[in-house]
């Protein structure tokens, strides 16, 4: 099954930025994301923000999420994957990431792809980026993921805009609900069943379309591959983004990919794991943003309509 993407209304970010903590966290935990954004053809760049060194492996496992990345159908790899070697940022449960290393590390990113990807004459005087990463949990609590989490709030709280190459850029967050139920986590026939629903929804769809040869299908799409991407609707709430998709094989290849990680738990993960068929994202909201005028936030926050 192709991905069947529940997102909020356009206008859609300038480009999205997937931010992890190390390389495999992107396969692992994000394909879902990853290949609907990439099927909606959408620009998606994938920052690691430490190569995985605990092992010493770090240098393998950069190589490893460029194979990664390119077998998700992110191309050409090296112009959308970095992946960061740096001192204040090191894999390891026992490190410390400091919010504002992670803050500057994003920046740094973000003025990258703008200086390397659009030309000056092009620049327009506005950007948004949309960071998808980590929610508060770190889907497997792993400490650098949760301190992902902790930096990039801060980011979306005190200092989510910035005039870079002489471009406004402001940025939104979206997180990854860890789901902490084991039964919803490790239970793929919970994934499956709403899947194949869709899916055969999808058919009929496609199959009233054809014969009453009218567009009034509601916010449903359908194209010759079955493939459909619900749109929300109406009363859909803005701030909740839903990814699903049915594809067990380009998981387990991408992870594969990670050679050096494939161990026989993360193999059974690929199989078993909500995240290799579903990824339910949250949009952050500030604190001090969260108080809803007229279904939208407040001026100073960050607009849950944006995406």
């Not at 994003?106 to 390397?116: D, G, N, P, T, Y």
Request: proline share 5%.
């Amino acid at each position: 099954f192709l991905p069947i993407t529940r997102m909020p209304r356009d206008p859609r970010p300038d480009f999205y930025l997937l931010v992890v903590a190390h390389p495999d966290d992107e396969s692992m935990f994000f394909s879902p994301t990853i290949c609907s954004l990439l099927e909606q053809q959408q620009t998606i760049h994938i920052l690691s923000l430490s190569n995985g060194n605990f092992n010493g492996l770090g240098k393998t496992r950069e190589v490893e999420l460029m194979r990664a990345a390119g077998v998700l159908g992110i191309s050409p790899p090296n112009n959308y994957a970095t992946c960061l070697d740096v001192r204040h940022l090191q894999d390891g449960p026992k490190e410390t990431w400091e919010a504002g290393a992670i803050a500057d590390a994003v920046w740094a990113e973000i003025s990258r792809i703008l200086q390397k990807s659009v030309p000056v004459n092009d620049r327009e005087s506005c950007c948004n980026v949309a960071i998808i990463s980590f929610d508060e949990n770190g889907v497997s609590g792993h400490p650098n993921h949760i301190d992902v989490c902790k930096g990039l709030r801060q980011m979306a709280s005190e200092d989510r805009s910035r005039k870079i190459h002489d471009t406004n850029v402001s940025l939104c967050v979206w997180e990854l609900d860890s789901i902490t139920n084991s039964l919803t986590k490790y239970c793929p026939l919970l994934e499956w069943i709403p899947m194949l629903v869709d899916f055969l929804w999808g058919i009929f769809c496609s199959s009233l379309a054809f014969i009453v040869a009218s567009d009034q299908l509601g916010n449903q799409k359908v194209d010759g591959r079955l493939r459909f991407i619900e749109a929300s609707s109406e009363d859909y709430d803005c701030t909740t983004w839903d990814c699903r998709m049915f594809r067990p094989l380009s998981i387990w290849r991408a992870m594969a990919a990670h050679h050096s990680q494939f161990v026989w738990y993360r193999r059974l993960s690929v199989l078993f794991s909500r995240f290799s068929y579903r990824n339910t994202l949250k949009l952050y909201v500030p604190i001090h943003c969260r108080s809803i005028k007229s279904g939208g936030l407040k001026e100073g926050g960050v607009n849950s309509k944006r995406l």
